[in-house]
């Protein structure tokens, strides 16, 4: 189980810039996973957030959902000396959830932050729309696609990412799924 302090702060960052205005988080942690719960006006449920860390790097992985975005979102965050690059990218990624190569495929779009209180890589995965094998016409596909990477993520133990570009040639990330279905199951209707 890893230390989430420092983590729920990062990770709060992220959703921050892109949520409106939230009540407090509730948090829970189980396995190697965080997760964070947004109440809204209404007090409902908004926005929920979920995340792991590497160990002994600070790499962190994760999903947030939000009621505001039809999509989930899934990002790696790099801090400090993790950072691998200075300016925005975009990265090929490849993926295996427990050893299987998966058919969706996915492109990394890298957000850089250098402030004071922060020097971050966020890297944003996104559907791959060049791909051939992607064929995208409407929102309701790409809903359908991003459902079904959520599925696998749940229903995986570890996920290995590869990040290429050729200013930072390959960076292999490997993080585990443990923890990640128990504490989505209550918030699906979130996700979907």
């Known amino acids: 189980m890893f230390k989430f302090k420092k983590m729920a702060s990062v990770w709060a960052v992220t959703l921050c810039t892109t949520a409106p205005a939230l009540w407090a ?30 160990p002994n790097k600070e790499v962190f992985f994760g999903v947030s959902c939000s009621e505001m975005s039809p999509f989930v979102m899934v990002q790696m965050v790099l801090l400090n000396d993790a950072v691998l690059l200075e300016s925005p990218r975009l990265l090929s990624v490849s993926y295996k959830i427990d050893g299987v190569v998966q058919a969706i495929a996915l492109q990394g779009i ?17 559907l791959a729309t060049g791909n051939a094998k992607l064929k995208l016409a409407n929102l309701q596909q790409m809903q359908a696609h991003y459902n ?43 996700c979907k």
């Open 25 to 54: 988080a509730q948090t829970q942690s189980m396995q190697d996973y965080h997760l964070s719960v947004y109440h809204g006006a209404q007090e409902q449920v908004s926005d929920i957030e979920l995340f792991t860390k590497m």
């Open 110 to 126: 890298v957000t850089v932050v250098d402030t004071a209180e922060e020097y971050s890589n966020k890297v944003r995965f996104e």
């Open 148 to 190: 079904q990477l959520l599925d696998a993520l749940q229903n995986g133990q570890q996920i290995d990412i590869r990040l290429e570009h050729k200013s930072i040639g390959v960076r292999d990330y490997v993080f585990s799924l443990n923890g990640l279905k128990p504490l989505l199951a209550p918030y699906t209707e979130v």
